[in-house]
């Protein structure tokens, strides 16, 4: 049989995550050995190796990898699904909207503002994350509808509608000679010898190579940067969070970035529709929210 039972994807998933079977089973508060039994069984029932064992741990093979990716959307399904089923049986629950923190904020403040002029509208929760982790919330069921913004996050698989287009501006130190400059371009802040660029970890959590500090929230960011370690390039509506020990710069040369409303496609909810109505409205009447002159 090809079927899979939740309790042996969540006992891959902590191998496959872990790499050890011992941490797995501390993890899972079980017993290391009917954990091992369960993972072999699994990988006679499929026909393939998933691991490869030694005395220091485990590393997954080929098919191991493709299984960790689809059994994470999988068990991710199954909590969206309960968490969606135990929403819908409270007519009374706010709508659950997901963004990155700092994240297009003049544009969700409107936006919040016109729902809640809207005849019986319903209340809204605002849900704030790190960077990428939208969709993921949309996936598991924590929210109903996100902010987010392409090319940069991932809006595989979700309905979307196009609010606002926008430059991006590099966000430096106040101190820094680039800080005084007009515009900038790419090539001017890709290698700076003495300001290396931020790096934010990829889809799978993987870091890009390169000199720059490696962070994962946006308060890291702020600060490496107030001390002058660090740049980054990113949308012109998220300077909200940048402190007054940064400048923001206009990178002429960047990408525009379009800032979108994202769902499930299989929602089927008046509360997120009237809220999408809400948002085209907006972006049909409202001027851009990015501009690429300096502040």
Avoid at 13 to 21: C, D, G, M, S
Avoid at 32 to 44: C, K
Avoid at 169 to 179: E, G, K, R, S
Avoid at 264 to 279: E, G, K, N, Q
Wanted: proline share 8%; hydrophobic share 45%; aromatic share 4%.
């Amino acid at each position: 049989m090809d079927d899979l039972e939740t309790r042996e994807l969540r006992y891959f998933v902590a191998v496959a995550e872990e790499l050890h079977f011992g941490r797995a089973a501390v993890r899972l508060g079980i017993a290391q050995p009917p954990l091992s039994r369960a993972i072999r069984q699994l990988e006679h029932r499929l026909g393939v190796q998933l691991l490869d064992r030694d005395r220091r741990g485990a590393v997954l093979t080929d098919a191991g990898r493709v299984l960790l990716r689809e059994a994470r959307t999988a068990l991710d399904a199954v909590a969206a699904a309960a968490r969606r089923t135990r929403r819908a049986g409270n007519p009374q629950r706010p709508l659950v909207l997901v963004t990155k923190a700092g994240a297009s904020h003049e544009l969700l403040q409107r936006l919040l503002d016109a729902l809640a002029g809207e005849p019986g509208a319903t209340p809204v929760e605002v849900l704030l994350c790190e960077v990428g982790e939208q969709a993921r919330r949309l996936r598991d069921g924590q929210a109903d509808v996100a902010l987010m913004h392409r090319p940069f996050d991932d809006l595989a698989g979700f309905d979307t509608e196009d609010l606002c287009v926008e430059g991006q501006v590099a966000i430096l130190p106040a101190a820094h000679p680039l800080a005084s400059r007009d515009q900038l371009t790419l090539a001017d802040v890709r290698d700076v010898p003495d300001l290396p660029m931020a790096r934010w970890p990829r889809l799978d959590g993987t870091y890009p190579d390169g000199p720059g500090p490696e962070v994962r929230t946006q308060s890291q960011l702020a600060q490496l940067v107030a001390l002058g370690r660090t740049l980054l390039v990113i949308p012109a509506s998220s300077r909200a969070w940048q402190w007054p020990e940064h400048v923001a710069v206009p990178v002429v040369d960047a990408p525009e970035v379009t800032t979108v409303l994202a769902w499930p496609p299989s929602t089927h909810s008046a509360a997120v529709a009237s809220l999408v109505r809400s948002a085209a409205r907006l972006r049909d009447s409202a001027p851009p929210a990015g501009r690429r002159d300096r502040d």
